[in-house]
């Protein structure tokens, strides 16, 4: 974690937020982002991740805490001095500029002389490939080119810091993941920090050095998406990361770092202990659908199975898609990969599953 | 199958014209939406299109002199009003034969009023004839030149007979040229003396304290409207029935209310004498004058000027504001570069529909404007109900509605009605 431990450029310090002094919408909220990190801040709509974008423009006021940008605290700097740029949820173009007026307002503003704003207005244009479209309206564009022209005049006046306030909302998906690799490749390449709300998990994956989990105010894992995925700290960040089956059950015994859990619908598991440490505590069993297996043969010797009950059978082009009765558990899904030796499991089979017990993660309940 | 010819037009599987097709097919439903408007469609003619239709032919019609003078009528087109001497006898016979009739018919005072708004002295004039035409006999009291001019010595005036002569086409200009404080004359269209000269005065007058009231709603107007779009909603309901108030209270009640606030003995006065900010001999004159009728019309209208405004305010986002502060602009510059052009077409709408309200108000006016601060639509009143010169007051009424109509057609020229907006 080479880029963590570099110097911070954008700080959190203990920060908390409340709007009524009664709830805290943000509860003590510490994160470092170093230089030139794409960061997302992910998390279902009501966890606080948009008023951390807001306080962080200057738009909201910390209740308490210290927000640093590049060692300064800008707590009580206004939105216009921090020099921070922001793409809106739905661009917030001017309707009545033309779109070269609107990337002119901030260089305008910034009394920058009237040629050089031309040619620094071009130049962004031609960035994101807008460069003709410098005449029109913004209700003359359609929603991607509204994007562009948007994520042009967050960097126009070369802010080292922008942030995105789910940019990609209003995009159908298409374009939408035509955009997601625009914005990283152009923020790669100007090497700006970047941080980005979503509440996308696919987005966040696929675009981000580091994501930040959100819920109920705070950071539930701050990790690179592989490790979100694959080792999710706790059962929110399993469930809401990717599609997550869930066991719940009671540990027996932890030993050797595995962890054996008797289910509360019958069986027994082996299981990685992420976030339990003694026995008779209750936990929550996840495993990626992905990470299933039927097929005996590719099962460690001696690991624990259970049986199951086919209840319907999916065809999803790339994928099959099963869903069985595990556990007491009817909704316990797992994927396979279309291949030519495929099994396509029938409605109504019994047949034993099992996993490896590192993929097999007992977390909080 | 194919359901068009090559070159023909669109054809449905039977063969008929697809057009024709689909006119009967809308018909029902056509018929039926002009069967639920139809109400309100009758109403409209009858209360509203066809008064105004009857008001514009008032102010051309002229058919009072040639309807009761016919005769004379006739016998004065063979007369040049411009050569200086008196009509012919054929004239004075043919009008003792008009007068007695329209005498004994009680229509002289009809003609006499009509003429008296060209020339004062005309209605005792014919009234006086009338009397005395009943008795003659058109046969034996000949010549009538000089019965007539014994009569009244009117007759002997040439003005008369061209006043008579000027005004008596069917239709005329003439209500149009009083309108404008002109006349009509014999040797064609001049200016009324200068005691006559009223009505331009009272015309611009109408505009100029209308575009002062506008412009006062809209300084007034504008941080209300700003507050009741961007204040929570609790606090925003609470303020929009407080503008929404006043505009519950009859007209009148708020007038005659204005009116105890700004006399010199009402309670501004008072509370400044009490204050001791003015002398008690230095009281005031807030009312009976051109500032009364702006305070109070000002007033009145406010709620047509907040109520557009707040609409379109209420539909820009509160995110351009953050937009174009993100973007480095002070709180000033965001408002007047981003959020003040997006609300100009509310200002605008709010501007025409107080501007137009106020150049035809007229209770307001009379109650608190004094002879300084009434309107055009005051005197329009005075010649319906006082002077009874209806064709006058037509006039008038018409150019009020054509300078409408002007405004109303360059606000759109020059701003397009289609950004004006009376709603989100």
């Known amino acids: 974690m080479a880029k963590a431990q570099a110097k911070a450029f954008v700080e959190f310090q203990r920060v908390q937020k409340s709007y009524d002094g009664e709830v805290l919408v943000v509860k003590d909220l510490n994160l470092t982002i170093p230089r030139g990190e794409f960061l997302t801040l992910l998390g279902p709509s009501g966890s606080g991740k948009t008023t951390c974008l807001m306080m962080l423009a200057g738009f909201e006021t910390a209740t308490h805490g210290d927000i640093m940008l590049d060692g300064v605290s800008i707590n009580n700097i206004p939105p216009h001095k921090r020099g921070i740029g922001m793409v809106f949820q739905n661009y917030a173009l001017f309707p009545h500029m033309t779109v070269a007026e609107n990337l002119a307002f901030p260089l305008e503003v910034r009394k920058i002389p009237k040629s050089e704003r031309e040619a620094t207005v071009k130049r962004a244009l031609e960035m994101v490939q807008m460069g003709q479209f410098g005449g029109r309206r913004p209700a003359q564009l359609s929603g991607g080119q509204q994007q562009r022209v948007a994520l042009a005049r967050a960097l126009v006046f070369e802010a080292e810091l922008v942030l995105m306030d789910e940019p990609l909302g209003a995009l159908d998906k298409q374009l939408r993941e035509h955009m997601q690799f625009e914005i990283k490749r152009i923020a790669n390449n100007l090497g700006i920090t970047v941080v980005y709300v979503t509440h996308d998990q696919t987005e966040a994956l696929t675009m981000s050095d580091r994501v930040a989990v959100f819920d109920d105010g705070r950071i539930q894992q701050l990790a690179p998406p592989d490790e979100l995925y694959e080792s999710p700290q706790n059962s929110f960040v399993a469930q809401f990361i990717g599609e997550n089956n869930t066991l719940e059950g009671v540990v027996k015994e932890i030993a050797n770092g595995v962890a054996l859990v008797q289910l509360d619908g019958g069986g027994l598991i082996d299981c990685n202990p992420v976030n339990v440490s003694k026995t008779g505590e209750r936990t929550k069993v996840s495993i990626r659908p992905e990470r299933v297996e039927f097929n005996k043969g590719r099962l460690q010797p001696g690991a624990h199975t259970l049986t199951a009950e086919v209840l319907e059978f999916i065809y999803m082009g790339d994928i099959f898609r099963t869903r069985l009765r595990v556990a007491g558990n009817n909704d316990f899904i797992v994927k396979t990969r279309n291949a030519p030796d495929q099994v396509r499991l029938e409605p109504g089979a019994q047949i034993e599953i099992g996993w490896l017990p590192s993929d097999c993660r007992a977390l909080d309940a | ?424």
């Open chain 2, 1 to 424: 199958m194919s359901y068009t010819d090559d070159n023909g037009p669109m054809m449905t599987v039977d063969g008929k014209p697809l057009k024709r097709s689909l006119a009967i097919a809308l018909r029902r439903q056509k018929i039926r939406a002009l069967l639920l408007i139809s109400p309100l469609l009758i109403f409209v003619l009858i209360t509203f299109l066809f008064p105004i239709a009857s008001m514009l032919f008032r102010s051309v019609e002229n058919d009072i002199v040639s309807e009761i003078l016919p005769k004379t009528v006739v016998a004065l087109s063979d007369w040049d009003a411009q050569s200086g001497e008196l009509p012919g006898e054929i004239v004075y016979s043919a009008f003792a034969g008009d007068i007695q009739r329209a005498a004994k018919a009680k229509d002289h005072t009809r003609v006499g009023l009509r003429l008296n708004y060209e020339k004062s002295g005309m209605a005792s004039l014919f009234k006086k004839t009338a009397r005395k035409a009943k008795k003659w006999d058109l046969e034996a009291d000949t010549p009538f030149k000089n019965k007539l001019i014994e009569t009244h010595k009117g007759w002997a005036d040439i003005a008369v007979w061209q006043t008579l002569k000027t005004h008596s086409s069917r239709y005329t200009s003439g209500y149009f040229l009083n309108s404008i404080d002109m006349r009509k004359t014999v040797s064609g269209p001049e200016f009324q003396p200068e005691d006559r000269q009223i009505l331009v005065t009272l015309f611009k007058r109408t505009l100029i304290i209308s575009l002062v009231i506008t412009i006062s709603c809209i300084l007034l107007g504008y941080p209300v409207a700003w507050l009741l779009a961007n204040l929570p909603m609790r606090q925003a309901n609470l303020l929009m029935i407080l503008v929404l108030l006043p505009f519950w209270t009859s007209l009148l009640v708020r007038t005659s209310a204005w009116k105890v606030m700004l006399q010199q003995q009402g309670v501004i006065n008072d509370l400044l004498v009490a204050l001791g900010m003015i002398e008690e001999t230095g009281r005031l004159a807030l009312i009976n004058n051109q500032l009364g009728t702006v305070i109070a019309m000002t007033h009145i209208l406010l709620p047509f000027m907040i109520l557009p405004m707040y609409s379109v305010m209420q539909s820009i986002p509160p995110t351009y504001l953050r937009a174009a502060k993100s973007l480095g602009a002070t709180n000033w510059t965001a408002f007047w570069r981003v959020y003040f052009p997006q609300s100009v077409p509310g200002i605008g709408a709010g501007s025409i529909l107080v501007f137009i309200l106020s150049i035809g108000y007229y209770i307001t006016p009379e109650i608190v404007g004094g002879n300084k601060g009434v309107f055009i639509s005051n005197r329009i009143a005075y010649h319906i109900f006082q002077s009874m010169n209806w064709g006058l007051a037509a006039a008038l009424g018409t150019i009020l509605l054509v300078a409408v109509l002007t405004l109303y057609w360059a606000y759109d020229k020059i701003v397009g009605i289609d950004n004006v907006k009376l709603g989100g």
